[in-house]
């Protein structure tokens, strides 16, 4: 496929949106695979792999807008007590994305990135990984992150003993531990906090995703299921973000 143009301005008032007004970075909660799977008599593997078209599809409506980073919900820690059978299909799949799209993410200039623990993913699904954000590590378009394996609680844990050890050794006195100094450690140390979370499935949770980095973000929710998530809600949820007025804890202006 030929490289995305970001919108025109006029492209972008015929979808009803402002460049000014958008997000710089949005995670999305891609929930329902398995639900809408069974509502269509599928089994619940075939929503992961009709969800693999809506990523797609988000991902190359993310370049148009010319977004700084898209950050995806693809495996939690929690998601390893499924069955073994709906885990090996999700990182074949997996596996596949990032093989079958490691040519249109440099055709894109995607920079891609993942979060999360790598221990107990396949060493094929890490080779993948790896080779995709070493190809694309000198891109300068969206940042694609696929959160795998992660938890917004283990992501704490991990960064809390880290700064532990640098006490311990002497390299870090307890007294300058600030607010910047955790977000150091925290596996998205180098990405700009979220401005705006969609879900899909009608769920008002997070789920243990981003806890820290989620502190001031907007959160748009859809009933509509992963797989049925088009560009035309994602425009909504954007839309909806640019009439929100964000405070961070002041006063409004008016």
Not at 215 to 241: G, N
């Amino acid at each position: 496929m030929a490289k995305q143009m970001p919108y025109t301005d006029d492209q972008m008032r015929m979808l009803g949106l402002d460049k000014g007004r958008l997000p710089r970075h949005v995670a999305i909660i891609m929930d329902g695979n398995g639900r809408w799977a069974c509502r269509q008599g599928l089994r619940r593997i075939q929503g992961h792999a009709q969800g693999v078209r809506s990523v797609r599809a988000v991902v190359e409506e993310c370049c148009r807008l010319d977004l700084r980073q898209l950050t995806l919900y693809c495996l939690s820690v929690d998601n390893w007590k499924r069955p073994r059978e709906e885990l090996d299909f999700l990182f074949l799949l997996l596996r596949r994305y990032l093989i079958e799209e490691r040519a249109e993410i440099m055709e894109q200039n995607i920079r891609f990135a993942s979060i999360g623990r790598r221990d107990g993913l396949p060493p094929e699904v890490l080779w993948e990984l790896d080779e995709n954000a070493r190809l694309t590590r000198d891109n300068t378009g969206l940042t694609l992150c696929l959160a795998i394996n992660y938890g917004g609680r283990t992501e704490l844990a991990d960064a809390v003993r880290t700064i532990a050890y640098r006490v311990r050794a002497g390299e870090l006195d307890p007294a300058d531990i600030s607010e910047q100094t955790l977000a150091q450690y925290l596996y998205t140390r180098d990405m700009p906090d979220p401005d705006l979370l969609i879900r899909t499935a009608g769920e008002m949770r997070i789920s243990n995703f981003l806890l820290w980095q989620l502190s001031y973000t907007e959160i748009w929710v859809t009933d509509k299921c992963w797989p049925e998530f088009t560009t035309q809600d994602l425009h909504a949820a954007l839309a909806d973000f640019a009439k929100r007025e964000r405070r961070f804890g002041g006063l409004s202006e008016g």
